[in-house]
């Protein structure tokens, strides 16, 4: 028997998005440290029609991530039918604005008058203002390398300009490149790029009053590719991305990141011979330690690039760590679970955000409730105790992630530096990268 098609309602914002977020960004924002994000003077004012279109590599946390950070607007999204059929859930995901998607593997006979009438509501839900967020690669892949484009957001774009005038007019299309330095790890850099909105206006067909997908696609695509790290040829990824990690690209802000997304562009202009070439570099570099004892992002490509000392972290540790002891567990506790229960590494940091949203502000009241019960009643009253309690082990706990992050640059510079020291192994690590950038003139 066919499955129900639960209709999503016509709405621009919702009151439960709104609760949520804050809630959302706090867990987000603790977890990844947000480097920057450039050409944010590109996205338009609440209210405005908008399709945002992004790179897709870490699961549910790109779109968590973007939420956060556009907190004025609430961006609605698309996501698998198959979550929406039990009532509680689907109350909730309305809730949040999100809309089913059916696909394949739902096996419906009626799977496209279902995504056709999703469209139409996606198109309603445009022409009152809404935010409609999409991944033209139609899903998630933990690698960066920018995948063939499915035609989603051109069938959505010609059905908004042929059903409504205002949206012809008015409606913006806006590219995201969204880069992790490791997207699995606490406290590891994030830098998101926006693009000026592409003038998909100009894509339509005079004669057949529609827009041509293979054009679309491309232009689309040559948009991404200006904002995001888009390792190619993408079947040689793993011996070429070692070689963009030591880039830094999540540390280029918008001075920088041209010469980088140059640099990166160029390797996919190498011939199968120099891939061999590199392949047996990187196997050299591979067993000297890089990538297993010291990371590329800390080597960079020369040893001049090396990150300035911190030694000031340590000194702050004890007056860091003591407080944060518990929150501590709780991070080895769930970075544990993570391994046992999630499989795919591109939601594991969805894991853990979602898990310690919950479990860290329970420890927090646990921890200020037992202060609260001990509390001399005539000096400070335990409701008071509770209230400081709880926000104290907040704050130290953002204090925490802070030191964390820059404790781990801190080590990395360490292992770098030794790792130079040495200089066989350093041989082998310039060799790789002297193979690449030799080849790519």
């Not at 977020?21 to 947000?34: E, Q």
């Not at 509390?375 to 953002?398: D, H, K, M």
Request: proline share 6%; with cysteine; aromatic share 10%.
């Amino acid at each position: 028997m066919s499955k129900p098609f639960h209709e999503p309602p016509i709405q621009s914002r919702h009151l439960g998005y709104g609760l949520a977020l804050p809630w959302v960004s706090a867990a987000i924002t603790r977890f990844h440290r947000i480097e920057g994000a450039e050409g944010l003077e590109h996205v338009p004012a609440p209210g405005t029609p908008l399709i945002i279109v992004a790179n897709h590599q870490n699961g549910l946390m790109d779109p968590l991530v973007l939420c956060s950070l556009l907190s004025r607007h609430q961006i609605h999204w698309l996501t698998r039918s198959d979550i929406f059929y039990k009532p509680i859930v689907r109350f909730f995901l309305f809730s949040f604005n999100m809309l089913p998607i059916f696909r394949r593997r739902d096996r419906l006979a009626d799977i496209g008058e279902r995504n056709q009438r999703i469209f139409e509501i996606c198109v309603e839900r445009l022409n009152i203002g809404a935010v409609i967020g999409l991944y033209p690669e139609g899903n998630h892949n933990g690698e960066r390398s920018l995948r063939p484009l499915k035609r989603g957001v051109i069938d959505l774009l010609n059905l908004s300009q042929t059903t409504h005038e205002r949206l012809k007019n008015d409606l913006v299309l806006l590219p995201v490149g969204i880069d992790y330095e490791d997207y699995g790890s606490l406290r590891r850099r994030l830098r998101l790029r926006f693009g000026a909105p592409l003038d998909w206006a100009s894509w339509i067909d005079s004669e057949t009053g529609t827009i041509p997908a293979n054009q679309a696609s491309r232009a689309i695509a040559m948009a991404l590719d200006a904002l995001m790290v888009n390792v190619q040829p993408a079947k040689h990824y793993g011996v070429l991305n070692p070689y963009v990690q030591a880039l830094r690209s999540t540390e280029q802000g918008a001075d920088s990141w041209p010469r980088t997304r140059e640099r990166i562009a160029a390797l996919e202009s190498l011939s199968e011979p120099q891939l061999d070439a590199v392949a047996a570099a990187w196997a050299n570099a591979e067993a000297a330690g890089v990538g297993s004892e010291v990371r590329p992002e800390d080597l960079g490509t020369r040893p001049e690039e090396a990150r300035k000392g911190t030694a000031w972290v340590w000194a702050l540790a004890p007056f860091i760590v003591v407080p944060n002891a518990l929150n501590a567990l709780l991070s080895l506790l769930l970075q544990a679970q993570a391994r046992k229960r999630v499989k795919d590494i591109c939601f594991v940091s969805t894991f853990k955000s979602a898990t310690g949203m919950v479990l860290y502000p329970v420890l927090w009241a646990a921890v200020a409730a037992v202060l609260a019960a001990v509390a001399p009643p005539a000096e400070l009253g335990g409701g008071w105790t509770f209230v400081f309690a709880l926000a104290g082990q907040a704050i130290a706990s953002r204090l925490g992630v802070w030191w964390y992050g820059n404790a781990l640059d801190e080590r990395g510079r360490r292992r770098a530096k030794r790792f130079w020291a040495d200089k066989k192994r350093a041989a082998a690590w310039t060799a790789y990268v002297n193979t690449i950038e030799s080849s790519k003139q």
